[in-house]
C-alpha cells in the first residue's frame, strides 16, 4: 500500500512557509527528497509514516496541536495538493466531496481499499476501511485534519471528522457562509460544466501519478541494474581479469 505525496509535500511546505532550514532533511530519511515533495508521487507506506514520525519529533510544535494536524487543517492555505487544488474548488458543496468516499480517499491511498457500510445524509457520511488509524497513526492524524479542513476551499467552516478502528465519520453544518465572489462564480457555471471540469482535472491528475509511477519503477531498474554491475564487477574472475591499483593476481 501507498499513500500519496501530497501528505509529504504538505508538511514540507508548511514547514518551508514558516521558515525552518531543511537542509538536514536528506539525513532524516532515506526517502528522495524529490519524491517527498512532489504532490503526484506515491509513497510506500511504512516508509510515509516513519517520515512523518521524524517530522514530528524533530520540528513538531511544543504545544497539544501535533504537527501533522496543523499541517493538514491549513492545507487549502497551503495548495501542496496540485492539481487536487483546483478540483476540489470546483465542487459546490461539501455533501459533493464527502459523498463520494472511494473518490476522496483515492486520492491519499493507493490501491484504492475498499468502502463497506456506506451512509450518507445531507449532513454527514460514515463508512468503514480496512485500514485502522492505529496502524498508521501519523498518517490518519493528518488525513483527519486535512479531511476536516476541506470545506475551508469552497469558504465555508471546517468539518468535524470522527476515525475510529476502521471507522470514519464526517458531518458538515448545512448553514454555512460562502464568500460572495465563489458563491458568484459557482452559480454563473452550469453544474454540467462544474463536473465536467472536475473529470478533467481528475483526468489529469490521475495521468501525472501514472507517469510518475512509471518514473519510480524506472529508477528502480536503473538502481538495480547498478547493483548488479557493481556486483558483478567484484566478482573473483572479474578481480582476476582486472586488478584493482595495487592487488595483486
Not at 13 to 25: A, H, I, M, P, S
Not at 70 to 98: A, F, Q, T
Not at 229 to 238: A, E, G, Q, Y
Request: proline residues 6%.
Amino acid at each position: 500500500m501507498d499513500f500519496s505525496g501530497k501528505i509529504s509535500n504538505s508538511v514540507l511546505t508548511y514547514l518551508d512557509n514558516q521558515g525552518v532550514n531543511l537542509e538536514g532533511l536528506y539525513e532524516l530519511t532515506d526517502l528522495p527528497v524529490e519524491f517527498l515533495r512532489d504532490p503526484a508521487c506515491w509513497l510506500e507506506a511504512d516508509k510515509l509514516e516513519a517520515f512523518l514520525h521524524t517530522m514530528e519529533q524533530t520540528y513538531g510544535l511544543r504545544s497539544n496541536e501535533s504537527l501533522v494536524s496543523l499541517v493538514g487543517l491549513n492545507s487549502c492555505e497551503l495548495r501542496s495538493w496540485g492539481v487536487l487544488d483546483s478540483v476540489i474548488k470546483m465542487i459546490e458543496s461539501p455533501k459533493d466531496i464527502y459523498g463520494q468516499p472511494q473518490r476522496l480517499i483515492s486520492y491519499f491511498i493507493s490501491p484504492e481499499p475498499p468502502i463497506a457500510n456506506l451512509e450518507v445524509s445531507d449532513h454527514s457520511v460514515r463508512f468503514d476501511l480496512p485500514i485502522a488509524a492505529e496502524e498508521y497513526p501519523y498518517v490518519t492524524e493528518y488525513l483527519i485534519s486535512a479531511f476536516e479542513g476541506l470545506p475551508k476551499y469552497l469558504g465555508k467552516n471546517a468539518s468535524n471528522v470522527n476515525w475510529t478502528e476502521n471507522t470514519i465519520e464526517i458531518s458538515w453544518s448545512l448553514d454555512q457562509p460562502t464568500l460572495l465572489d465563489e458563491k458568484a462564480l459557482r452559480k454563473s457555471l452550469s453544474p454540467e460544466l462544474l463536473q465536467g471540469m472536475v473529470r478533467s482535472l481528475e483526468s489529469l491528475q490521475k495521468q501525472l501519478e501514472k507517469k510518475n509511477e512509471e518514473l519510480k519503477f524506472k529508477e528502480k531498474e536503473i538502481h538495480s541494474l547498478k547493483e548488479d554491475i557493481k556486483n558483478l564487477l567484484n566478482t573473483p574472475v572479474n578481480r582476476a581479469l582486472h586488478p584493482l591499483e595495487g592487488e595483486q593476481v
